[in-house]
C-alpha cells in the first residue's frame, strides 16, 4: 500500500474512488468465471473501440494514484499485454514519481537562509511607500530605523517590488485626482448645463461648487449667454465669496467658448486662477458634472418648466434644499451647510420617534425634520 502526502482535495477524490472500487469488487464476487471472462472480453472491445475514435486523454492525479497502485505488482512483460490507455512505461514512471514525492514529503530539507519578515513590518513598509511618493526604500528604511525596527535596505527594497510598487521617481509624480484632492479647500469648479422648458425653449445654467464643502452656487440662468452677462456672473461670483470670506485660490472649468477673456481678467483680479480642463475630458471636473447630474436626477427630470422665472425659483428651492438638508456622503453624511446632530442614544427603553415631512416644489423635494 502506497503512503504519500496530499492535499485535500485528492484525498477526498481516492475516497471516493476507493469506495467505487469496493463496491464494485463486491458486485463481482457472486459471479461466476464464465460471465468475469465474458464481462471483461467485452470491456476490452469496448476500450479497442474508444481507442478508435478518441484522442490522447487527460489523466488526473487521483486516476495516477489508483493505476500505479493496482499495477505496479504486475510485471513489465504482463503489462505490455494488458489493453491499456497509456504504456506500461508510463504507469511505471507514475509509480516511481509517487514514491518520489512520498519520501520528499517525509524528508523535506528545513528552511535556509534568512527568516522571513514580520508581517507587521512587511504592512508598514507598504503603508510608508504609499503615504510617501517621494520615499525611497532607503529613506523607509531609515523611517523605520527611527522607530526602532531593524531592517536592511535590500528587505526593504524586495518587499515594494514583490507588491508591485513602483521606485520613487515613478510615485511622485501627482495626478490629477491627487492635486484635487490636496487641493480641495482652496478649489472651486464651475460649467454651464442647458435644460428644455414645456415650449421647447433652451435655457443655460451657470453654477459653481467648492470642493471642500460641496457649497453649490446657482449664478443664474439665461436663454442667451451673451459675453457680458456672463461677466457679471463672475463679478456675484467674487461678491459672493468675499460676504463668506472664502479661501478659494482656484477655480477649474472647461473649455466653453461662453467663458470669455473678460470672465477670466474678473477673476484673476479677483485672486483666483482659473485651471481649465482637457479638451473632452469631463472627468477633471467630476464634482462638477455629478452635481449636475444629481441636479438633473433630482429636480429636472421631474418637474416641468414653464419659462426662464420658474426655472430660477426651482433652482433656488434646490440650492437651499442641497446646501441646507441634503446629505452628503463627502461629508459623513452631513449637508454643506448644516452639521449633523448628536446622534440619539436611548437604551432600556422603546425609542418613539415623531418625524415631520416638509415638501418643497409641490413634493417634489422632501425635508424630514423631528417635530417640536
Known sequence: MIHWVMGGNLLLRLAYLAATITFTLLRLLPMSDRDKDTEILALRHQLLVLQRQAGKPAFTDADRVVLAGLLHHLSKQRLSQLLLLVRPDTVLRWHRDLLKRRHAATCAPKRRGRPPTVRSIRALVLRLARGNSSWGYRRIRGELAALGIKVAASTVWEILREHGVAPAPQRQSTTWADFLRSQADALLACDFFETRTLTGTR????????????????????????????????????????????????????????????????????????????????????????????????????????????????????ESFYNGHRPHRALDQAAPLRPLPEPITERGRILRLKVHRQGRLNGTLHEYQHAA
Not at 439665461?222 to 465669496?241: D, E, I, K, S
Not at 472664502?246 to 473678460?262: G, H, I
Not at 429636480?299 to 418648466?305: G, P, S, W
Open 203 to 318: 435655457l443655460y445654467v451657470f453654477a459653481v461648487i467648492e470642493h471642500a464643502t460641496r457649497r453649490i452656487r446657482i449664478l443664474g440662468a439665461t436663454a442667451h449667454p451673451t459675453a457680458a452677462w456672463v461677466v457679471q456672473l463672475g463679478r456675484n461670483l467674487v461678491m459672493g465669496l468675499e460676504d463668506v470670506d472664502s479661501r478659494a485660490r482656484f477655480l477649474v472649468r472647461d473649455r466653453d467658448s461662453k467663458f470669455t477673456q473678460a470672465f477670466d481678467a474678473v477673476l484673476t483680479d479677483a485672486g483666483l486662477r482659473v485651471v481649465k480642463s482637457g479638451v473632452r475630458m469631463p472627468r477633471m471636473n467630476s464634482i462638477m458634472e455629478r452635481w449636475i447630474q444629481t441636479c438633473r436626477r433630482e429636480l429636472l427630470n421631474r418637474t416641468l418648466i414653464w419659462h426662464q422665472r420658474h426655472l430660477l425659483h426651482a433652482l433656488r428651492e434646490f
